[in-house]
Structure formats: C-alpha cells, structure tokens
C-alpha cells in the first residue's frame, strides 16, 4: 500500500491525517496490506449503495413506505462523503476520492428522491422543515469546508479530523429510533442491508487502522464496528415483523373479550 505514502510537502504527524508505512502486527503478516486497503474501498462502495434498497421500496409503494427511511442517515452519508472527498481532493489522498465521490453522489440522489415525494404532498412526520434546514445546512459546511480545505495543507487536515466525526454520527444514525425500536420491539427501522454493509466496511477499515496505525481511520471504524455489531443484535433479537405479530395478538384479544 505503499502508493497511499502522501503528499509533495513534508507535513507533520500531528497537522497530517495521512498514511504512513508502519510495521505490520504479526497476527495479520500473512495477508497484504493492499487486501485491505482494496477490500475496504469495495465494501464503502455497497455500503453507500445499500440504502438504495429502501429507496426502491418507495418507489415501488408510491411513497408509502418513506416512513421507513431515516433523513437523518441520508443527511449524514452526504456530508461525510462531501468531507471526505473534500479531504481527499485538497490534501491531497487520491485513495480517499472514488468510493466517497460514488458516496456522494448516491446520496444526493436518494435525498432528491424523498424529497420528490414530500414536495408532491406525501406527509411523514420525519421529513419536515427541520429536516430541510439541516440538509440545507449540511450542503453550506460542505462548501465552506470545500474553502478552508483549498486555502492550505493544514485546512484540508482540520477537514479530515471534522469527517471522522461525521463518520461516527453516521455509523450511529440509525440508532436514532431505538426508543421507537425497543418501545414495538420491532427493527423495522433500522436498514438490514446497510447495517450489515457497515459491519463489515468498518471491520476492513479498522484493520487498516491498526495496520497503518492511523488513529482517525482506526477510531471512526471502530466505533462503527460496535455500532453496526448492535444494530445487527437489535435486529436478531427484535424482528422486524414481530410488532405487526403483537398488534394482531391485542386485536384478536380485544374482539374475544367484546364476543
């Protein structure tokens, strides 16, 4: 992975966030380091793809099933790809830039999607002004990170450390409803493919990580591997039909004591 050694100015370790060649743990010697490196570029790449599946299933029910979509996820998957890119572009990192780039524009897409639906006048409580604002205001950091990134070597590093941030609101997004998921004991929220997208994404990244020994990649995917871990528990332990199940169980409940 040699080829992720940075840029044409020197930059120290503490203003850069960039890869250096480091001495490798023994337990993972016997595989490439660019296995890695590869594997992790083509599991973000599904993983941005993954909520593409929600995104038909609107399709599909004409807007019915937007409910289920969480803008919060889609927000935050636009503004860390932007950052990312960003960083990657400016620093410069050119491994950080084609899966962020599909990131970004996956994301714009599915936001452009919902959004169509609201303006035609499908109401879901999620998808309100207060939303709006914050995907307006998503889209303004993005263009004054853009700025501060371009002015010098050093912005493009604070832009860096902003999206590994992001990263771990993102990764934790979808636990944004697990009130609503332990109160219906049902995971129908929560995004089976893309959590199990982000299990394994933040899995090949963190080896990454600790192989490189680079603590932005190292902290965001690691906290995204727990996060993805209980979201995936959530789900086996609450599936997502089992709230229909206990509805059906109070109605029939209710008939025979009217009976």
């Not at 930059?11 to 993972?28: A, G, V």
């Not at 996956?106 to 879901?124: I, P, T």
């Not at 990580?209 to 528990?233: D, W």
Request: glycine share 6%; hydrophobic share 50%; charged share 10%.
């Amino acid at each position: 992975a040699g080829y992720l050694t940075t840029t044409a100015n020197p930059i120290s370790t503490k203003q850069s966030l960039c890869i250096t060649r480091t001495t490798r743990p023994k337990m993972l010697s016997l595989v490439p380091e660019a296995f890695f490196v590869y594997a992790g570029t083509l599991c973000t790449a599904f993983f941005f793809l993954s909520p593409g599946v929600q995104i038909m299933q609107v399709h599909k029910s004409s807007g019915a099933s937007l409910s289920t979509v969480n803008p919060q996820t889609l927000i935050l998957m636009f503004f860390n790809c932007s950052l990312w890119t960003i960083w990657g572009v400016f620093l410069p990192m050119p491994p950080a830039v084609p899966a962020n780039v599909l990131g970004l524009v996956a994301s714009s897409f599915y936001l452009l999607f919902c959004w169509s639906y609201v303006l035609r006048g499908q109401s879901v409580p999620t998808w309100n002004r207060l939303t709006a604002l914050a995907n307006a205001f998503a889209g303004m950091l993005a263009a004054l990170a853009t700025a501060v990134a371009s002015s010098s070597t050093q912005g493009a590093d604070y832009v860096g450390w902003l999206a590994m941030f992001i990263s771990i609101c993102m990764f934790a997004a979808p636990l944004s409803t697990l009130g609503q998921v332990l109160a219906e004991k049902s995971s129908e929220l929560l995004p089976p493919v893309q959590c199990a997208m982000q299990f394994c994404n933040c899995l090949l990244w963190t080896v990454v990580g600790v192989n490189q020994k680079s603590m932005p990649i190292l902290v965001c995917n690691a906290l995204g591997l727990v996060l993805g871990a209980v979201q995936l528990g959530l789900m086996a332990v609450f599936p997502a039909g089992k709230s229909e199940q206990l509805e059906a169980k109070k109605h029939d409940a209710k008939m025979s004591d009217f009976k």
